[in-house]
């Protein structure tokens, strides 16, 4: 597990919230640990997936009765992490240490997150969540074998458009200059003033725009941008890198957009894969892997 405070006590997305049923468990991973999570009735729960019994897995089991259940022996856990019931001896009553080892976790803005710490403050938000002005769109996860920073470092970039993109975020044959741009911090992290950017592939729509970026890093391994193109046109993306080791990561992207309704979900997500696809082999090719 990573031992910077910092990052332990921040919040991570582990699976989008439609993804989590009421009986099924899901196993997944965060910082080299590996987790269970799961929910009873309206709370979202995550724990060390490990059965203080004989160290099995909890994550195969099933969710019965506001409990899960260890696939092995089946000993039950309740919301709170203690063992309720032994069923090979069901008159006695679990000792204290049988219990789950647990984490922090909520449900924010179409995610699950989870903290191996102790946060101070709420996950990072997708501002046009609750807008209802936009169709939102959950993208990926993309999962690159590549330094979770250097992934983030790569969202915030916008010089290589041209190059990676080419022909969608701009034109590999006459890439354009970055001029200054405003940078400065608030409550909400870093942000950026607009930086304008030519794209012949601008959106969805599949025409040219001259977009202006907005950029913001409310927290180390999320950011977010609004791009604007013109008569009122807003294309908002919020991203949050989730390291399930120092050099392998899942990418969580949220879409949010208030024109182009005619189109289809499906052309919008081939343009998202066809963009963050590209930014796969880049990230995985850098050295070092850490910044």
């Known amino acids: 597990m990573i031992n910077d405070l910092v990052l332990i006590n921040d919040w991570y997305i582990v699976a989008a919230a439609r993804d989590l049923n009421d009986v099924t468990p899901l196993a997944v991973r965060l910082w080299d640990e590996e987790l269970v999570v799961w929910r009873s009735g309206d709370e979202v729960i995550a724990w060390r997936d490990y059965c203080v019994h004989r160290g099995a897995k909890l994550s195969p089991g099933e969710v ?8 092995y022996h089946g000993w039950r856990y309740g919301p709170s992490g203690a063992c309720t019931l032994i069923p090979a001896h069901p008159e006695i009553q679990p000792p204290a240490k049988a219990r789950a080892l647990a984490y922090k976790a909520v449900e924010s803005d179409g995610y699950i997150w989870v903290s191996l710490g102790e946060p101070k403050r709420e996950p990072a938000n997708f501002p046009e969540f609750s807008n209802e002005d936009y169709r939102k769109l959950l993208v990926g996860p993309y999962n690159y074998h590549g330094n979770p ?7 915030l970039d916008v010089a290589h458009f041209p190059f990676v993109h080419a022909n969608i975020n701009g034109d590999p044959d006459a890439p354009e200059p970055i001029g200054e741009y405003e940078v400065f911090r608030d409550d909400g992290g870093l942000r950026t003033g607009p930086i304008p950017r030519f794209q012949p592939f601008g959106d969805h729509r599949g025409i040219p725009v001259t977009a202006h970026y907005k950029y913001n890093c409310p927290r180390p391994l999320s950011a977010y941008f609004s791009k604007d193109t013109g008569e009122g046109h807003r294309f908002c993306t919020f991203m949050a890198v989730t390291p399930l080791a120092e050099n ?15 189109l289809s979900e499906p052309q919008i997500l081939e ?3 066809a963009v963050y696809n590209q930014d796969k082999p880049i990230i995985e090719s850098q050295r070092p892997h850490p910044l």
């Open 64 to 71: 019965k009765e506001g409990t899960l259940v260890c696939p």
């Open 149 to 155: 920073f250097r992934t983030v470092e790569n969202f």
């Open 271 to 273: 343009r998202q894969d």
């Open 248 to 262: 392998d990561c899942l990418l969580w992207v949220q879409i949010a957009i208030n024109y182009g309704h005619d």
